[in-house]
């Protein structure tokens, strides 16, 4: 027999997400180790495994991913997102699920969970909801950017186009969808920022939904900085240039098409390397006045800490971001960062006392903000300090698990104030 008490403080959790090893900071597969000293066991289910990996599993049967494409097409047709997907049923039955005490869903919105199974997977077991973005709370975008219709159930949308595109507009249906299974479930949310916090508590679809902001947590040991030289010599890049980082992505978040613009304005006297991740071939135009070293897509935590050593200022411009942990590596580093404003990143920065926000959409003011950062040295220095300062007393790893810890033992706390003893000795046998 387990008592109540013992089953408090040791307990199981499932963590279900969309992708495995891209985003694992996201998705709690980077917590697992720190809640297992808190206690606490993780299993992790993912619908893209790309590797074999100790407690992760996924849904390989063929049948199950056949009806799964089918689906998807069926959903891009019809304009809908995450609503017939089938497979929730399957989920109930993984031994992982039935083991579990407490589910902790993330990226649930990347075509194989409908909303539609939430009311029954959160009547069977307790659950919370990462919110990496406010997909959520619209009709169909990512990102709202201005538009306030999320707020009043979307239709007439302004831009099918942008992430996740539709071709007509389902908006209102897509909402109002959501609100029937919301309504019919029980969860908690747990975002990452002020920023994500306010527009969740904006949003009708989650009225009365408990909130608990949780910054995401880096291993600090592990992502400290190191020597810039070695860096540059691994990736290539010359001794004595001064190095811009960015992210070579054309879409409508990054603001990559500002970056080039503020680039094309800028006039120093200082050897400049132009350092990108993700798309190649974007910065062509470059190449002739600095040396343009593009790594592409990198899934590497080696390379990516060479990348961060070998950074003099991180361009992050990004036009809408939930919080941007890519600039909180960079802060762990000792870099300073600029970003726009508009979005979780001033806040997550700590704008103006270590990184820098500039009006959003503005090249020009980007430009002054890099022109300034290259000719202040010292400034350079004494911002990437107190970025590192500040990375830790907020985004340690070990902070992050200790407060996930406590929500989930306040909604475990929760239900067994609800259950028989009995029943709760049963369920933790």
Same mark, same amino acid.
């Given at each position: 027999?387990?008592?109540?008490?013992?089953?408090?403080?040791?307990?199981? #959790?499932?963590?279900?997400?969309?992708?495995?090893?891209?985003?694992?900071?996201?998705?709690?597969?980077?917590?697992?180790?720190?809640?297992?000293?808190?206690?606490?066991?993780?299993? %992790?289910?993912?619908?893209?495994?790309?590797?074999?990996?100790?407690?992760?599993?996924?849904?390989?049967?063929?049948?199950?991913?056949?009806?799964?494409?089918?689906?998807?097409?069926?959903?891009?047709?019809?304009?809908?997102?995450?609503?017939?997907?089938?497979?929730?049923?399957?989920?109930?039955?993984?031994?992982?699920?039935?083991?579990?005490?407490?589910?902790?869903?993330?990226?649930?919105?990347?075509?194989?969970?409908? *909303?539609?199974?939430?009311?029954?997977?959160?009547?069977?077991?307790?659950?919370?909801?990462?919110?990496?973005?406010?997909?959520?709370?619209?009709?169909?975008?990512?990102?709202?950017?201005?538009?306030?219709?999320?707020?009043?159930?979307?239709?007439?949308?302004?831009?099918?186009?942008?992430?996740?595109?539709?071709?007509?507009?389902?908006?209102?249906?897509?909402?109002?969808?959501?609100?029937?299974?919301?309504?019919?479930?029980?969860?908690?949310?747990?975002?990452?920022?002020?920023?994500?916090?306010?527009?969740?508590?904006?949003?009708?679809?989650?009225?009365?939904?408990?909130?608990?902001?949780?910054?995401?947590?880096?291993?600090?040991?592990?992502?400290?900085?190191?020597?810039?030289?070695?860096?540059?010599?691994?990736?290539?890049?010359?001794?004595?240039?001064?190095?811009?980082?960015?992210?070579?992505? *054309?879409?409508?978040?990054?603001?990559?098409?500002?970056?080039?613009?503020?680039?094309?304005?800028?006039?120093?006297?200082?050897?400049?390397?132009?350092?990108?991740?993700?798309?190649?071939?974007?910065?062509?135009?470059?190449?002739?006045?600095?040396?343009?070293?593009?790594?592409?897509?990198?899934?590497?935590?080696? #390379?990516?800490?060479? #990348?961060?050593?070998?950074?003099?200022?991180?361009?992050?411009?990004?036009?809408?971001?939930?919080?941007?942990?890519?600039?909180?590596?960079?802060?762990?580093?000792?870099?300073?960062?600029?970003?726009?404003?508009?979005?979780?990143?001033?806040?997550?920065?700590?704008?103006?006392?270590?990184?820098?926000?500039?009006?959003?959409?503005?090249?020009?003011?980007? %430009?002054?903000?890099?022109? %300034?950062?290259?000719?202040?040295?010292?400034?350079?220095?004494?911002?990437?300090?107190?970025?590192?300062?500040?990375?830790?007393?907020?985004?340690?790893?070990?902070?992050?698990?200790?407060?996930?810890?406590?929500?989930?033992?306040?909604?475990?706390?929760?239900?067994?104030?609800?259950?028989?003893?009995?029943?709760?000795?049963?369920?933790?046998?």
């Amino acid at each position: 027999m387990v008592s109540p008490e013992e089953y408090m403080q040791n307990f199981k #959790v499932l963590q279900v997400n969309g992708y495995q090893s891209p985003g694992r900071r996201f998705n709690g597969l980077s917590l697992k180790p720190h809640l297992a000293k808190l206690g606490i066991s993780s299993k %992790h289910l993912v619908w893209e495994q790309d590797r074999l990996e100790e407690d992760v599993v996924t849904l390989s049967n063929p049948m199950v991913r056949k009806v799964n494409r089918f689906t998807r097409g069926v959903e891009r047709t019809l304009a809908l997102q995450s609503q017939l997907y089938t497979n929730g049923r399957h989920i109930k039955k993984l031994p992982e699920f039935q083991a579990a005490d407490l589910v902790h869903y993330h990226i649930i919105h990347s075509g194989f969970l409908s *909303m539609q199974s939430l009311p029954a997977l959160t009547e069977l077991k307790p659950t919370v909801w990462t919110l990496h973005d406010p997909w959520a709370m619209t009709g169909h975008c990512i990102h709202p950017f201005a538009c306030q219709r999320w707020k009043s159930g979307c239709g007439s949308c302004p831009d099918l186009n942008t992430d996740f595109k539709i071709n007509f507009d389902t908006t209102a249906l897509n909402y109002w969808l959501k609100s029937i299974a919301y309504r019919k479930s029980k969860f908690e949310v747990i975002v990452a920022s002020s920023w994500m916090e306010n527009m969740v508590k904006q949003s009708p679809l989650f009225e009365n939904v408990p909130i608990h902001k949780i910054p995401f947590g880096l291993d600090l040991e592990y992502f400290k900085a190191r020597d810039q030289a070695q860096a540059k010599a691994r990736l290539g890049i010359d001794a004595d240039r001064l190095v811009l980082c960015f992210r070579s992505v *054309m879409n409508d978040f990054k603001g990559l098409q500002y970056v080039i613009e503020a680039l094309e304005q800028l006039q120093v006297d200082v050897p400049i390397c132009l350092l990108t991740l993700n798309d190649k071939g974007r910065i062509e135009q470059f190449k002739s006045r600095f040396q343009v070293v593009e790594l592409g897509w990198i899934n590497d935590d080696e #390379v990516m800490r060479d #990348v961060y050593d070998a950074t003099d200022i991180f361009l992050m411009p990004s036009l809408a971001d939930s919080f941007g942990l890519m600039a909180v590596e960079a802060m762990t580093f000792g870099k300073p960062t600029i970003c726009f404003e508009g979005t979780a990143l001033p806040e997550v920065l700590f704008a103006p006392e270590a990184g820098i926000a500039v009006k959003s959409r503005d090249s020009v003011a980007l %430009h002054n903000a890099i022109q %300034h950062l290259i000719a202040n040295p010292a400034e350079r220095l004494q911002r990437g300090i107190r970025s590192r300062q500040l990375a830790e007393q907020h985004y340690d790893i070990r902070q992050q698990a200790e407060r996930i810890a406590e929500v989930y033992r306040q909604m475990l706390g929760s239900q067994k104030q609800t259950q028989p003893a009995t029943q709760l000795n049963d369920a933790s046998q």
